[in-house]
């Protein structure tokens, strides 16, 4: 069964850094895009960072120069290396493959990311 598992998030003092992981299984993953999201209390889920089966990546602009989306295809793993957080990024994120208008795994239990300021 198709499935992610997001980990590493917790409560970091501003500036601080995070990495999360995330294992997805039931699928091909190496030929997938891969995308951490992201979903603060009272807001939409939105896209933080996305990597190519190929390797490449685009980001939103808020956290441009401070995160690094990258994969492991071996390990069918993507990571999300957060730095110089901000009380801004506290949210629950989550990981997926974005398909055109839907998405190839169920949505994990994510992993909450608390930057206290």
């Known amino acids: 069964q198709a499935q992610v598992v997001e980990s590493g998030g917790g409560l970091v003092q501003a500036g601080g850094s995070l990495r999360l992981s995330c294992v997805a299984s039931?699928?091909?993953?190496?030929?997938?895009?891969m995308g951490w999201y992201r979903q603060a209390p009272g807001k939409e889920r939105e896209l933080v960072a996305r990597?190519?089966?190929?390797?490449?990546?685009n980001y939103v602009d808020s956290v441009k120069g401070r995160f690094t989306i990258s994969r492991d295809n071996a390990k069918n793993t993507v990571y999300l290396q957060m730095n110089s957080l901000k009380p801004e990024d506290t949210a629950v994120y989550y990981c997926?493959?974005?398909?055109?208008?839907?998405?190839?795994?169920?949505w994990g239990q994510g992993t909450q990311v608390t930057v206290a300021s």
């Open positions: 997926n493959a974005p398909l055109s208008g839907s998405f190839l795994f169920p």
């Open positions: 039931g699928s091909k993953f190496s030929i997938n895009a």
């Open positions: 990597i190519t089966g190929g390797g490449s990546t």
